[in-house]
């Protein structure tokens, strides 16, 4: 039977930092039933440009003053407006972590110890706080200083150099998968790290111990660099960028259409590249003994992609996909976002929410990943305003109404 709660339930997640990295993991966490408490700064007189808070509130298109995407970054999340640079808004930030069992921040490495929330701080208070801090090159070597954001890490981890066409300019992927690669592993620590706190509970550690999760941002891409560097350090090869095809592994490509669209084909399975080629009429290279396996076939890639691109430049994209859906050989169309909402697969697999806006707005946000069987995620909060839980969560770790409107009064809290 499902659990609604979702297998995070009970985790409580204090959240610090803003925009993408930190953020993403932690509503990562939220989806599957974390208690995840966001951190923002409150509005500060005279800016009321910006209106304080994460500046993702103000990234790309809004809503009523308020970006779509945040809808989706802060679901499941309760905002607390809090100025850190206050001793007694830090002071809360203690007490809080001293009840939780994460900790996610997205700081340039000393900025939690200059506001005395190292880790030596909070976990001397709570030796069960797991804290995931994410940075550019993180909390140690020579260029922990360095700030850091996902686009310089994507460069310096090897994505951007293999990104593009050969002998143009390097370019990047139209999201921020720099902060997306770092929050996810990070998400990955936090369950490590987790699973190790319920093997050491004992008599001195009656909650387990915790520990530091510290992930790099240009360390997250690297991670996915596949064989970039073991084939340098062996062969001296330096790959660059080529297109849309895959060094190496052949055929894959994208490949032009008669109605001027493209199909991305995946041929390059011994027995899926023989079916491709019957399919568009080229035995000849699908029984050639020497294009047999990937080596044999990456050595005339470019005979190959020839003798595709000329079928496919006869058909249209639909036609070319119908044909090689029956032969089983992988292939897609290249989808725009128009062609995500329109798809019944996304459909089918709940990755197209419909939701209201807080005015009756409607919205469609993207589902959960993974699919768990048992325990899926499930979205129990909309997006919270600036503040929104400040007296509620505060409450929650003793400080009473009187605190907290004379803390308002001198903008601890918003």
């Not at 020579?142 to 150099?161: I, K, N």
Request: proline share 7%.
């Amino acid at each position: 039977m499902n659990s609604p709660a979702g297998p995070l339930a009970g985790l409580k997640v204090i959240e610090l930092g803003q925009l993408i990295a930190g953020p993403f993991a932690a509503r990562t966490l939220a989806d599957f039933g974390a208690d995840v408490i966001k951190i923002e700064p409150p509005a500060m007189p005279g800016d009321a440009q910006r209106g304080g808070g994460d500046p993702l509130r103000k990234w790309r298109l809004l809503k009523d003053g308020t970006s779509l995407w945040w809808q989706v970054q802060s679901r499941n999340k309760r905002s607390v407006a809090l100025d850190l640079r206050q001793p007694e808004a830090q002071d809360i930030v203690r007490k809080l972590a001293a009840q939780a069992d994460v900790l996610v921040e997205n700081f340039r490495p000393g900025a939690m110890e200059g506001w005395g929330l190292g880790p030596e701080v909070l976990q001397s208070a709570n030796p069960a706080l797991i804290m995931l801090r994410i940075s550019g090159y993180g909390q140690t070597g020579p260029y922990r200083d360095r700030p850091g954001f996902g686009v310089v890490a994507e460069a310096m981890g090897g994505l951007r150099h293999l990104t593009g066409e050969p002998g143009r300019v390097p370019v990047r992927v139209g999201v921020s998968i720099g902060d997306t690669l770092a929050s996810l592993h990070g998400v990955i620590g936090i369950l490590m790290a987790l699973q190790h706190r319920h093997k050491t509970v004992g008599p001195d550690a009656p909650k387990g111990l915790g520990q530091v999760v510290d992930v790099a941002l240009y360390e997250a891409v690297f991670n996915c660099m596949e064989s970039l560097l073991p084939e340098y350090s062996v062969f001296g090869a330096v790959r660059g960028p080529s297109g849309s095809a895959l060094p190496g592994i052949a055929p894959t490509n994208a490949y032009r259409c008669a109605d001027g669209g493209y199909a991305i084909i995946a041929g390059n399975g011994d027995s899926i590249f023989k079916r491709l080629m019957h399919t568009i009429g080229r035995d000849d290279l699908g029984q050639d003994p020497a294009l047999g396996d990937n080596a044999g076939r990456v050595l005339r890639v470019q005979e190959i992609d020839q003798a595709i691109g000329d079928w496919t430049q006869q058909l249209t994209v639909g036609n070319v996909l119908a044909a090689l859906d029956r032969a089983g050989v992988p292939a897609g169309k290249i989808y725009t976002v128009a062609d995500i909402a329109a798809d019944p697969h996304y459909a089918a697999r709940g990755m197209l929410m419909q939701l209201a806006l807080s005015d009756g707005t409607p919205v469609t946000v993207p589902g959960f990943v993974p699919k768990l069987s048992l325990t899926p995620g499930s979205q129990r909060r909309s997006a919270p305003t600036l503040g929104q839980d400040t007296e509620a969560v505060l409450r929650e770790v003793g400080v009473t109404s009187e605190q907290i409107e004379a803390l308002r009064k001198r903008g601890v809290v918003g």
